[in-house]
């Protein structure tokens, strides 16, 4: 892992050098134009963090229920990036909304769940940094049931929307435009990339945060 | 050995509430207040807007809800008496299901009061025409309310910054339970009652139900283990 | 460490380079198409959010990799400390 780091960095570098160029190409979309454009940072967005999702909740559970400490520090930096790119999400969606819909937000049911994921995620930090001592394992078991509650959080919040009128639906668009494929494969791999990286580091610093704290308690107990 | 225990748990925890009276009569007056800033909130003209009753009733639900979680669990901590339970060669899952069922029977009381309540301020006596349904969703989503907030109460317990972080953790987490609760008792409000969505989000609260009441009884160990 | 400071830059350069790239977008219409599901007259300009959009993106990251740079530089610098003291204190 550690001697991939270097050339894995380059190619995220250099596809998220490529990408604008290759979106800019990409055709317009018929009904939308120029700002369907933000749905090749957006849609990515999702996916990392729902991937960020997952790799927290399973090492929430590992750390839970195996007690393996090193599951933590994934947990807390899963975390940490599920609130970045849901941000990255929650910003770029209303943006996009705003000019194809008119209104900033109307509770779409993607964007409405994505946000009570957010939530959770937020809170996941909340409790780590204001929970005390003991708090990894309380914060362990609000990922845990935050990804289990994900399903039905989007199914309530899916039927609760279909009974209102919809002004719009985000529109399949690999189906009716074809040069958009390549593009978005390209940032979708991309931001996975970044994902991974990022979280690589992340969990460098959880480590070494982790060796720290314990050559202190090593200190207080000589 | 497990049932006797958890009803040994909801037995101590009756008796000693039963003395004074202390968390039911404040969360009930509590839940009445609620219900009252929300009415001077969205009654207009004399009239609530439509489905407001179903809206107002559960977020008196889950507002008291939270405080009276809060409340047990701070008298639990308050007399050390959680150590005392922990400590003792009971199985641990059936001190969460006796402190559930305490919790369930709160919450119970306390609807019984609000759903009248409500119904009578936002004329919402529809609600009374399908009584099992109504009762089907009123259980349906108490107990996944309560199922996830026994939980993090008791695992909130010795945490600092306790009192805030319970309905941060909580709410979020128990969205699908407010708006199964919501449009479930929203459906049965319309004229003729609409039996057909009331009986589906039944049917999502009941799965949510069975989810977290086999989660929290597996994680309830792990989590009140040091 | 160091290989914060390397993404840090390799960043940085691609912000450089994708600029002159996003400028090479097709002409832009003179009138922008018309979305059917806007009422007519609603017609805002799509570049401002569409670059806004991803201005915000490269923001977020550069962001929270400076923190991580942030909070590695600290904790280090604590590792050191203990390590000195460690060695320094009589056994």
């Given at each position: 892992?550690?001697k991939?780091?270097?050339?894995?960095?380059v190619?995220?570098a250099?596809?998220?050098a490529?990408a604008?160029?290759?979106i800019a190409?990409?055709?317009?979309e018929?009904?939308?134009?120029?700002?369907?454009?933000?749905?090749?940072y957006?849609?990515p967005?999702w996916?990392?963090?729902?991937s960020?999702?997952?790799v927290?909740?399973?090492?929430?559970?590992?750390?839970?229920f195996?007690?393996?400490?090193d599951?933590?520090?994934?947990?807390v930096?899963?975390?940490?990036?599920?609130?970045?790119?849901?941000?990255?999400?929650?910003?770029?969606?209303?943006l996009?909304?705003r000019k194809?819909?008119?209104?900033?937000?109307?509770?779409?049911a993607?964007?409405?769940?994505?946000?009570?994921l957010?939530?959770?995620?937020?809170?996941?930090?909340?409790?780590?940094?204001?929970?005390?001592?003991?708090s990894?394992k309380?914060?362990a078991?609000?990922?845990?049931?935050?990804?289990?509650t994900?399903?039905?959080?989007?199914?309530?919040?899916d039927?609760?929307r279909t009974?209102?009128p919809k002004?719009?639906?985000?529109?399949?668009?690999?189906?009716?435009m074809p040069?958009?494929g390549?593009?978005?494969?390209?940032s979708s791999?991309?931001?996975?990339?970044?994902?991974?990286?990022?979280?690589t580091?992340?969990?460098k610093?959880?480590r070494?945060?982790?060796?720290?704290?314990?050559l202190y308690?090593?200190?207080?107990?000589? | 050995?497990f049932?006797?225990?958890?009803?040994l748990?909801?037995?101590?925890?009756?008796a000693?509430?039963?003395?004074?009276?202390e968390?039911?009569?404040?969360?009930?007056?509590?839940?009445?207040?609620?219900?009252?800033?929300?009415?001077?909130?969205?009654v207009?003209?004399?009239?609530?807007?439509?489905?407001?009753?179903?809206?107002i009733?559960w977020i008196?639900?889950?507002?008291?809800?939270?405080l009276?979680?809060?409340r047990?669990?701070e008298?639990?901590r308050y007399?050390?008496?959680?150590?005392a339970l922990?400590?003792?060669?009971?199985?641990?899952?059936?001190l969460?299901?006796?402190?559930?069922?305490?919790?369930l029977?709160?919450?119970?009381?306390?609807?019984?009061l609000?759903?009248?309540?409500?119904?009578?301020?936002f004329?919402a006596?529809?609600?009374?025409?399908?009584?099992?349904l109504?009762l089907?969703?009123?259980v349906?989503?108490?107990?996944g309310?309560?199922?996830?907030?026994?939980?993090?109460?008791?695992m909130?317990?010795?945490?600092?910054?306790?009192?805030?972080?319970?309905p941060?953790?909580?709410?979020?987490i128990?969205?699908p339970?407010i708006i199964?609760?919501?449009?479930?008792?929203?459906?049965?409000?319309?004229?003729?009652?609409?039996?057909?969505?009331?009986?589906m989000?039944i049917g999502?609260?009941?799965?949510?139900?069975?989810?977290?009441?086999?989660?929290?009884?597996?994680?309830?160990?792990?989590?009140?283990?040091? | 460490?160091?290989?914060v400071?390397r993404?840090v830059?390799?960043l940085?350069?691609?912000?450089?380079?994708s600029a002159?790239?996003?400028?090479?977008?097709?002409?832009?219409?003179?009138?922008?198409?018309?979305?059917?599901?806007l009422?007519?007259?609603d017609q805002?300009?799509?570049?401002?959010?569409?670059?806004?959009?991803?201005?915000?993106?490269?923001?977020?990251v550069?962001?929270?990799?400076?923190?991580?740079w942030?909070?590695?530089?600290?904790?280090?610098?604590?590792?050191?400390t203990?390590e000195?003291?460690?060695?320094?204190?009589?056994?």
């Open positions: 892992m550690r991939m780091f270097t050339p894995l960095l190619i995220v250099a596809m998220f490529a604008p160029i290759m190409q990409a055709p317009f018929s009904t939308m134009g120029l700002i369907q454009k933000i749905f090749y957006h849609v967005a996916m990392a963090m729902y960020a999702i997952a927290c909740g399973v090492a929430s559970a590992m750390y839970l195996k007690g393996r400490t599951a933590d520090g994934y947990a930096s899963a975390a940490e990036l599920a609130v970045v790119f849901g941000l990255i999400g929650l910003v770029t969606g209303p996009w909304g194809a819909w008119g209104v900033w937000w109307q509770w779409d993607r964007l409405t769940s994505a946000l009570l957010e939530l959770i995620f937020v809170a996941y930090l909340m409790v780590r940094k204001f929970g005390g001592p003991g990894e309380l914060a078991a609000t990922a845990l049931f935050g990804t289990a994900t399903p039905f959080v989007y199914k309530s919040v039927i609760w009974v209102h002004t719009s639906v985000v529109p399949m668009l690999a189906n009716s040069g958009a390549r593009p978005f494969a390209l791999l991309a931001f996975i990339l970044l994902f991974v990286v990022l979280l580091l992340r969990v610093l959880a070494q945060q982790h060796t720290l704290d314990e308690l090593a200190q207080e107990d000589r | 050995m049932l006797r225990t958890a009803l748990v909801l037995r101590k925890d009756f000693i509430e039963m003395k004074s009276l968390v039911l009569l404040t969360t009930l007056f509590f839940a009445v207040s609620c219900v009252l800033v929300f009415a001077f909130a969205f207009k003209d004399g009239r609530a807007p439509e489905d407001a009753a179903a809206g009733l008196a639900i889950a507002f008291a809800g939270t009276a979680l809060g047990t669990f008298r639990e007399s050390e008496t959680l150590r922990l400590l003792a060669p009971a199985p641990r899952a059936a969460y299901v006796g402190k559930l069922l305490g919790m029977a709160l919450l119970g009381v306390a609807e019984g609000l759903v009248p309540l409500v119904a009578f301020l004329q006596s529809a609600w009374f025409s399908r009584p099992l109504l089907a969703v009123l349906g989503g108490t107990v309310f309560a199922a996830v907030g026994t939980l993090f109460a008791a909130l317990v010795r945490a600092r910054s306790r009192d805030v972080l319970l941060i953790l909580l709410y979020p128990t969205i339970v199964g609760g919501v449009r479930g008792t929203a459906a049965l409000l319309a004229s003729p009652a609409d039996e057909v969505t009331a009986t989000w999502i609260l009941f799965a949510f139900d069975v989810v977290f009441v086999t989660l929290s009884l597996w994680t309830f160990e792990p989590l009140m283990t040091e | 460490m160091m290989t400071r993404i830059m390799a940085w350069s691609i912000v450089l380079v002159p790239a996003l400028a090479f977008q097709p002409p832009p219409q003179s009138e922008f198409v018309p979305v059917t599901e009422p007519a007259g805002l300009p799509a570049a401002p959010y569409l670059i806004a959009a991803y201005v915000f993106v490269w923001l977020a550069m962001l929270y990799l400076w923190t991580i942030r909070r590695l530089n600290k904790v280090e610098a604590d590792l050191r203990l000195q003291r460690q060695q320094a204190a009589p056994r």
